[in-house]
C-alpha cells in the first residue's frame, strides 16, 4: 500500500491533536480544581469573618481592659509616689517633736541659737551606751531609727531647768542626753547652754 502525501499529514497531526486534546482535558481539570479550591477559600474565609454586633462586642470589651488597664497605672503611679504610712508616721513624729522642742524653749523665755542633727561623725558627745541602745531600738523596730539633735540655747539656769523638766513631762520620745554650760563672754549677759538631745 503506498502512502500519500495526505496520509502522511495525517500521521503527524494525529499525535499533536492528540497531545492538545489531553492537554486540554487536564489543563480544564486542573483549572476547575482550582476554582473550586478557590471558591472553598473565599467561603471559609467569610465564615472567619466576625458579624458586626460580634465585632462591636470584642471592641467593647479592649476599650474596657484598655480604661481598666489605665487605672491600674494609674493607681500604681500613686503607690509609688505616696510614702509607706510608717515613714509618714515617723516625718510627723520628727516635725512635732522639733514644734515641740521650740514650744518650749519660747514658753521659758529661752533663745534658741542653733539647732543640728548630729550625723554619725558628729556624735562624739553622745556616749557610747547610748549609741548601742539606739542602733538595738531601731533594729528592733521598736521605734524609728533615732536621731541626736545638738542645740545651742541662752538663757538663765532658772528657766534652763524648768525647760527640762517639760521635756521630761512631753508625751513624744525626747531623751535629754547631755546638757553644757557656758559663762557669758562679758559681764551680766546669758548663760549658753549645749543641750544634746534623741529624739
Known amino acids: 500500500m503506498k502512502t500519500t502525501a495526505r496520509d502522511k499529514w495525517l500521521m503527524a497531526l494525529i499525535p499533536a491533536l492528540l497531545t492538545g486534546v489531553v492537554y486540554i482535558l487536564f489543563s480544564g481539570q486542573a483549572a476547575g480544581n482550582a476554582l473550586t479550591a478557590a471558591r472553598a477559600g473565599e467561603k471559609s474565609a467569610e465564615a472567619a469573618v466576625p458579624a458586626p454586633s460580634a465585632l462591636a462586642a470584642v471592641q467593647k470589651a479592649l476599650k474596657a ?5 489605665v487605672l491600674e497605672k494609674l493607681r500604681a503611679a500613686k503607690l509609688l509616689a505616696a510614702k509607706p504610712p510608717q515613714a ?26 542653733k539647732s543640728e542633727k548630729l550625723t554619725d561623725g558628729k ?12 542602733k538595738t531600738m531601731a533594729e528592733r523596730g521598736t521605734r524609728p531609727q533615732p536621731e541626736f539633735w545638738l542645740l545651742k540655747i541662752r538663757g538663765s ?9 517639760s521635756l521630761d513631762q512631753a508625751t513624744l520620745f525626747i531623751v535629754p542626753i547631755s546638757v553644757g554650760m557656758e559663762l557669758p563672754a562679758v559681764p551680766g549677759g546669758e548663760l549658753e547652754w549645749s543641750l544634746t538631745l534623741w529624739i
Not at 65 to 69: F, I, K, N, R, T
Not at 157 to 165: F, H, K, R, S, W
Open 65 to 69: 481592659a484598655s480604661d481598666s488597664l
Open 88 to 113: 509618714v508616721a515617723e516625718v510627723e513624729q520628727g516635725t512635732g517633736t522639733l514644734r515641740l522642742l521650740s514650744q518650749v524653749v519660747a514658753e521659758h523665755k529661752l533663745s534658741l541659737i
Open 123 to 134: 556624735t562624739k558627745g553622745v556616749p557610747e551606751s547610748v549609741l548601742t541602745l539606739s
Open 157 to 165: 539656769y532658772q528657766n534652763m531647768v524648768a525647760a527640762l523638766q
